[in-house]
């Protein structure tokens, strides 16, 4: 028994009560609040890393010498930090997201799961 009053070694060859499945959907449903949150930080990282990234880019570009192919090399080579920060920003953002797509999809799986537990005890 959890913290939360909720069985998580719950023996799958018993009837589930309404009671279980409405504890999950409060405890997924916590849980992507918090994520949510979570996600709204890695998004507000990751967009100030790719304007520094990109205004650095430019910075460099429009300061080298050269032919065009040239500048663009120079200025990757430049900002090969700020790139690899935003690139990394990016990935955490992706990360959290498939997160939150997952606690999407338990929470509607157990929604399905109260209407059936409600069909049956009806009957």
Known sequence: MEEDGFDRNYNRSKPISAAHVESEIVRITQDMEKETEAFELLATDHAKKEAQ???E?????????????QKESWAGYKTSELHYEALVAEALVKSKREKLNSLRTACDALRTLAANVRAQVQF
């Not at 880019?57 to 192919?69: D, I, N, P, Q, S």
């Open 57 to 69: 880019w430019f910075k460099e570009f429009l300061a080298a010498e050269g032919a065009v192919k």
């Open 53 to 55: 990234y990109k205004k």
